[in-house]
């Protein structure tokens, strides 16, 4: 009953009411039956009788046998006194108000629609009736609209928000968003469908868990029970039928004036009657819209529910159930013949059933078909159906062809489509689009081969080298073999120098540099935005970020999803960073849904990070954990190595944060194994090391970490990071030089929330009660609400009056209110070791973890004696004897 609960309020509330009539109607596996049941049992609760019957085929010929067990012993179905029925079963209510639940009236007996009727008008019964047609005119709804007023409601599947709840309910876990709002689409919001769906996806193996997320891999339509489910609901068709359904499965959404040179129109007519069909005046938008549908076995619940890769907006939901006044009552035939009506097959699963369960041979025949008929046709300039269709027939089409189709399938987002017919051309174009389809995909390996083999383009080469197959030095290498020059080779070298330790430091690339328009070639076109508004962030600029994605200075790429979801992630860290982190939730939360909708996995999988990364921020990491899970269950070998590991960093991040500490070192550990030696995003790793340690309550070596890495990153021109390991630092160890560094740092960045972080850090430093209680407004006042909550818990453990305490205490709940997980452990305190040096403490967090006096040394580069004198003086500050009660004394987590 998931999303139905206020409709079986309202309708027990209306049976409550004497002579009250009313049809329930949906298509099948909707939930009708159900629902009536819940209905029923609400009135029954409520202390009516209620009486129960059910039409089908096989009793609607039998007078009174659906009704038999209305009656009380010595009354039955063989007394055809009407009249006496009714009395009978009035006395049978005994005096109570009477409801009778009928499923599939329109299939009732004549005599017990007559009954029905008349306990509805003479007796005040009311009655709830199930059944396919709103307008049905047989069985009970016939007997009763000739006496009463039945109201009529019908029941639409569910909406998207209701289906993904149900579809967590039913897995009992999170599902990852691209998967659910293909199996949303697929099934049209029908339950009966997704429970065959799941079903299948189990049985196969497609539907699996990953990192406790489900998702959906694999095809969707080769599946008996699929294909059982669908025959049942489309039921026998004609043979002219059935070659209807096959053109519009093969073809996805098609000009109406296309088919109907294929179709007779009264077969069209027939098919939207049966709810098989629908007809859209109007195409939105024609480009997406027309991407031909997917041969069966090489889609995935992924894709988009008709057509792969529909374009910029994906496909439009589908309505599964037809109202009375929509294409269905209407005539298909007559509205297709607009030049720009589409006629499409109402769910998408049957176009999946279809498709598999066509031969090879009739499924050329109905692609040659579909080619001659859109050239006969003639209408909208389309390069990729014709030469597709042709292409599946098992024709010649030539190279030239095959390779324009290509580029504007890979333009339109569908790089799936792109490969295929790029693979099928020859020459040094079709080397070139289908390299770059392949590295869109993330299919690093078989790009390598193709472009090796071939003497494929050596930017586009080297970037697949560095970024899929993780060997920068083979990039570097590729790229000083070519000594070319232009857009294309500046993409490639500030790739390799933005995410490496290599000859060409980051702090020397000047981004005005990166082209950010287009016609600079596919490469140039999808790669510099990101590269450009990760450059400019990470150098202190955030705010011109901003200021350029506002004014349109950079914009999305549009055909290489890995791109796109990086320059969306830049935007959102950028709106962070500048300090307008409502905005950024904003923006994360619109291109999440639209990265959904474009079913694109690793554009998904990095909005859902960054969207997650933002939640963090305002202090509220149980809602951004969801979010980062998805993105980290979404990770694969196609995923590029910097996107896996700032989203490994973030993921470990905040679960260190709501008390995960030990899985989130685990996790760093493992992507810290598989980075290459020399790359740059190492950093980022040690950056998520050093939260995940001032989660587990070890601040001297998270403070050490934070100290080291912000003086790293300053040297290498890196001031957005600096500033954030800098205030990091100052909040775990603050001290005069600490917050002289951050000074610097925010002021040689253009944000002004880095200015707020310095004050944050100097208050902290001088333990200024005013000044952090003032830094704690605005940072609450913006969104923070989490490093809000830390300025004013430490100006509260340093207020010396009871009502300032007290005063402090009470802004501390209402930001707590706000704050959803766990409180940093490393707030402000008289106890925790306070009275330790930054050395010593870090000295006691290694040695209480189990390592030894020479161990502890060799990581601290000092010596053994050092190590021992600092123990030995911590031991007389914390009042212990021995290193077994330092995880007690400093209140570190158990190992």
Request: glycine share 10%; aromatic share 4%.
């Amino acid at each position: 009953m998931t999303g139905r609960s206020g409709q079986v309020a309202e309708l027990a509330g209306l049976l409550g009411q004497s002579s009250a009539a009313v049809l329930v109607s949906g298509e099948a596996g909707v939930g009708k039956t159900r629902l009536a049941e819940a209905v029923l049992e609400q009135c029954s609760a409520g202390d009516m009788v209620v009486l129960t019957a059910g039409g089908s085929a096989t009793t609607r010929d039998v007078p009174f046998l659906a009704t038999a067990d209305w009656f009380p012993g010595g009354a039955g179905p063989g007394c055809d006194a009407l009249p006496a029925l009714t009395d009978a079963v009035r006395t049978r209510a005994g005096g109570r108000h009477l409801v009778l639940g009928v499923d599939d009236a329109d299939h009732l007996d004549t005599a017990s629609s007559a009954l029905v009727a008349a306990l509805v008008e003479d007796a005040g019964a009311s009655v709830l009736l199930t059944a396919r047609d709103p307008v049905a005119d047989t069985g009970a709804p016939a007997a009763l609209r000739r006496s009463v007023a039945l109201k009529t409601v019908h029941l639409a599947a569910l909406p998207e928000p209701d289906f993904v709840m149900l579809l967590q309910h039913v897995l009992d876990g999170p599902v990852d968003g691209l998967s659910a709002a293909a199996l949303w689409r697929m099934t049209g919001g029908n339950p009966l469908f997704l429970r065959h769906l799941l079903g299948a996806g189990t049985e196969s193996g497609a539907l699996h868990r990953v990192h406790g997320v489900w998702g959906w891999r694999g095809p969707v339509g080769e599946h008996a029970q699929l294909r059982d489910l669908v025959a049942r609901a489309v039921g026998v068709l004609a043979a002219v039928q059935v070659r209807a359904l096959e053109y519009l499965a093969h073809a996805g959404p098609v000009e109406g004036r296309v088919l109907q040179s294929l179709v007779d129109p009264p077969v069209l007519d027939a098919l939207a009657e049966r709810g098989l069909i629908t007809c859209t005046p109007e195409a939105a938008s024609p480009a997406a819209a027309l991407i031909p549908a997917q041969p069966s076995g090489t889609g995935t619940a992924t894709a988009a529910a008709e057509t792969p890769g529909a374009g910029p907006t994906g496909p439009a939901p589908v309505s599964p159930s037809p109202s009375p006044s929509g294409p269905a009552s209407a005539s298909v035939s007559e509205a297709s013949a607009s030049a720009s009506a589409l006629v499409r097959l109402k769910h998408p699963l049957y176009g999946e059933v279809v498709r598999a369960g066509t031969g090879p041979l009739r499924a050329r025949r109905v692609h040659r078909d579909l080619a001659e008929a859109l050239e006969r046709c003639g209408g909208r300039v389309d390069p990729i159906r014709p030469v597709l269709w042709r292409q599946r027939a098992g024709e010649h089409v030539p190279s030239a062809a095959l390779v324009e189709a290509a580029s504007a399938a890979l333009d339109r987002g569908d790089a799936a489509l792109a490969e295929r017919l790029a693979s099928a051309a020859q020459g040094p174009d079709a080397v070139r689009v289908h390299g770059q389809a392949l590295v869109a995909q993330g299919l690093a390996a078989r790009a390598e081969d193709l472009l090796a083999s071939h003497d494929g383009p050596p930017a586009l080469r080297a970037l697949n080298l560095f970024w899929g197959l993780r060997q920068p030095g083979r990039a570097r290498a590729v790229l000083g073999e070519a000594h070319a020059g232009g857009p294309e080779y500046d993409v490639a070298t500030t790739a390799l120098a933005l995410f490496t330790h290599g000859a060409s430091p980051a702090h020397r690339i000047v981004p005005s540099a990166l082209h950010t328009g287009t016609g600079g070639g596919w490469l140039v076109d999808n790669a510099s935005a990101p590269l450009r508004a990760y450059t400019l962030t990470f150098r202190g600029r955030p705010a011109q970020v901003v200021s350029e994605f506002e004014r349109g200075a950079i914009r999305l790429p549009g055909a290489w999803g890995s791109m796109r979801g990086a320059t969306i992630a830049c935007q959102v860290y950028a709106l962070v960073m500048a300090g307008r982190l409502d905005r950024a939730l904003t923006v994360a939360e619109r291109h999440y849904r639209q990265a959904v909708e474009r079913g694109d996995r690793a554009e998904v999988a990095l909005v859902a990070f960054i969207h997650g990364v933002a939640y963090c921020w305002a202090g509220r990491p149980a809602q951004g954990l969801p979010l980062l899970r998805e993105a980290y269950a979404m990770v694969n070998d196609q995923t590029i190595f910097p996107v896996e590991t700032y989203i490994v960093t973030e993921y470990a991040s905040c679960a260190a944060a709501l008390g995960r500490t030990d899985f989130a070192a685990e996790v760093l550990s493992r992507a810290m194994r598989n980075l290459p030696p020399d790359s740059s995003v190492r950093e980022h790793l040690m950056k998520g090391e050093a939260r995940v340690e001032a989660a587990a309550g070890r601040f001297g070596l998270a403070a050490d970490l934070a100290d080291r890495l912000a003086d790293r990153y300053l040297a290498g021109g890196r001031l957005t990071t600096a500033a954030e390991s800098s205030y990091l630092c100052c909040r775990l160890r603050p001290s005069q030089s600490a917050a002289r560094r951050l000074t610097a740092a925010a002021a040689s960045c253009d944000s002004p929330l880095f200015a707020l972080f310095a004050r944050h850090g100097r208050a902290l430093a001088a333990r200024d009660v005013g000044e952090l209680t003032a830094v704690g407004d605005e940072l609450g006042r913006l969104g923070y609400a989490g490093l809000a909550l830390e300025a004013v818990v430490a100006a509260s453990a340093w207020a010396k009056s009871r009502e300032r305490r007290a005063e402090l205490a009470r802004h501390t709940e209402e930001l707590s209110s706000r704050c959803t997980g766990r409180i940093p452990p490393w707030l402000p305190d008289a106890g925790r070791g306070g009275t330790l040096t930054g050395r010593e403490r870090e000295v006691c967090e290694l040695a209480a973890s189990g390592m030894s006096n020479q161990a502890v040394a060799d990581r601290l580069h000092i010596s053994v004696r050092t190590v021992a004198n600092l123990l030995q003086r911590s031991y007389e500050k914390l009042s212990i004897g021995r290193r077994t009660d330092l995880p007690t004394a400093l209140e570190l987590p158990p190992l």
